[in-house]
Each structure stands twice: as structure tokens, then as C-alpha cells.
């Protein structure tokens, strides 16, 4: 099965106080290459997190986005530590009492102080790492299968222009024969009609030469090997590395088709190699969204 290197998945979950949220994106790259964007308390996962994407993506541009938020519903759990609030105001008047100039804390500078707010709900921290790990596995798991829906997407593509190939590749191989003769019958009077009496002989052998430059058997081999190949890879898949491999079909096909419009003989020849190019082109802009 075919994975875009292009998705998005998002996850999420509660566990009081808080409310989580993953968001998984990711564009086309060469290699993986994995941009997390975590809350500065949870910075100290960032290697779990990379390690449980890797196992999953190979390539890829990713960004991993955690978003946590204390839930609203979790406000009347909130108590104000009386203690912490006494130092604050002893320390408060202690000071104003030294520079009378100072304004007195409002209570908005009180509740701002580390410790001053409390909550009675607030879970333990290992929990809330294995709430926000578990949920980043969903996260992962949709954001896998995602690329897979691109990626059954971008097989489509790739078979309906690989079909088109092999009808035009047929067509130019069973039209060939003709081409060929209808092209030898023309240069040979054309030559008598320039040099006039030219011996057989002669003539023979130029036109075995001609026939040997101009044979195109190798190039609709080749051409129907690496259609096979694609057509292989993109079915059956590999462990990895498939978009790495059929861009490097992709140019392989492309150089038999510049080669077999080299030896055009007629204009049926140059117009298949051109039709064949652009079919190339469409699929290599594809396989560059392959993993």
C-alpha cells in the first residue's frame, strides 16, 4: 500500500484539569524530518515523541503541535493558599514601609504569585504524561491512515497513466513495421532521384545500416520492464523506500522515451515519445508525494 508524504490528524483528550490536543501535519520532504511544538512543562517528551513518529513515518516533513488547556469547568476547584498569601502581604507592607512611593499589591499581582493558587483537582504529572502519550498514539494511528487514503488516491493516478503508456507503446509497436517500410520507400527514391542509378548492393547495405541505427525493439523493452516494475511496486509496496524508487523509475522511463524520439522515423514516432514524456511528468509530480 502507497502513503502520501501529505496528511493531517488531530487527537485529543481530558484529564482534569486539563484538556489535550495533538495536531500531526505533514508535507513532501526528502527525509523525515519532525518539527514538535510542545508547552515549555512538557518539552522534557520531545524524545518519546519523535521515537513513537518515527516508528510509524519515514518520510516526510512533520509538525507535531501539542495544545493543553486547563478546563473551564475545573475554576471551583481552585483554593487560594491563605500562608502564601500572609508572607505576600507582610512582605508588602514590610517594603511599602521602607518606600512609601511603592504601589501596594492589587490582588491580581496576588494571584499571579507561583503557589498563591492552588488546585485540588490537579492530577499527578505521570498521568497526565501517560493521558498525553496515549492520545498522541491516536494522533498517530489517524494521521497514518490519512496518508493512506492519499496514497490509494495517488496509486489511481499512477495505473491510469501506466495503462495509457502501454496503449501507445502497443499502438507505435504494431505500426512500426509500416512506418519502417514506408520510410525505407521513400528514401530510396529519393536517393535515385538525386544520384540517379545507384547499385542494389549499395543501397542494401546502407539500408541494413539505417535498420540497425533505427531499431526500437531495446527501447519498447525497457519501456514495458519499468512499466511492470511501477506497476509492481505501487501493488505490492515495499517496507520503504517506494517513493525513492519509482522517482528513479521515473527516470529511467523518461531517458528511453527521449531515446526513442531520437530515432523517430516518422511523425507517429516524435508525437508517441512526446505523449509518453508528458505521462512521465504527470506521474513524477505524483511520486514526489509518495513516502
Known amino acids: 500500500m502507497l502513503h502520501s508524504m501529505t496528511g493531517f490528524a488531530a487527537a485529543g483528550g481530558e484529564i482534569a484539569p486539563y484538556t489535550l490536543r495533538w495536531e500531526l501535519k505533514s508535507v513532501n520532504h526528502r527525509y523525515l524530518d519532525i518539527t514538535c511544538r510542545l508547552p515549555e512543562e512538557y518539552r522534557h517528551l520531545e524524545t518519546r515523541i519523535r521515537a513513537l513518529i518515527s516508528a510509524a513515518i519515514t518520510r516526510g516533513k512533520v509538525e507535531c503541535r501539542l495544545t493543553v488547556n486547563s478546563a473551564s469547568h475545573t475554576n471551583d476547584a481552585l483554593h487560594a493558599d491563605q500562608t502564601a498569601i500572609a508572607a505576600l502581604a507582610a512582605l508588602d507592607a514590610d517594603i511599602r514601609s521602607r518606600y512609601p512611593a511603592i504601589s501596594p499589591l492589587s490582588v491580581a499581582d496576588i494571584l499571579r504569585h507561583p503557589g498563591v493558587l492552588q488546585n485540588h483537582n490537579e492530577s499527578n504529572p505521570e498521568d497526565v504524561q501517560a493521558a498525553l502519550l496515549e492520545s498522541l498514539q491516536q494522533a498517530v494511528t489517524r494521521f497514518k491512515q490519512d496518508r493512506a487514503r492519499e496514497g490509494q488516491e495517488l496509486q489511481a493516478h499512477l495505473v491510469t497513466r501506466l495503462d495509457k503508456m502501454s496503449e501507445l507503446i502497443d499502438l507505435l509497436q504494431a505500426l512500426f513495421p509500416q512506418l519502417l517500410t514506408a520510410y525505407m520507400q521513400k528514401t530510396e527514391q529519393r536517393l535515385r532521384d538525386a544520384i540517379g542509378a545507384i547499385e542494389e548492393d549499395r543501397l542494401k547495405q546502407e539500408f541494413a545500416l539505417f535498420i540497425q541505427k533505427s531499431d526500437v525493439d531495446e527501447e519498447f523493452s525497457r519501456l514495458r520492464t519499468h512499466i511492470a516494475e511501477v506497476r509492481r511496486i505501487i501493488t505490492q509496496g515495499a517496507k520503504q523506500g517506494v517513493g525513492k524508487r519509482l522517482d528513479f523509475l521515473m527516470q529511467e522511463l523518461n ?31 505524483q511520486v514526489q508525494n509518495i513516502e
Request: charged residues 30%.
Open 255 to 285: 531517458r528511453e522515451a527521449n531515446t526513442l524520439g531520437s530515432k523517430a522515423i516518422a511523425i507517429e514516432c516524435t508525437q508517441t515519445s512526446v505523449e509518453l514524456k508528458v505521462l512521465i511528468e504527470q506521474m513524477r509530480e
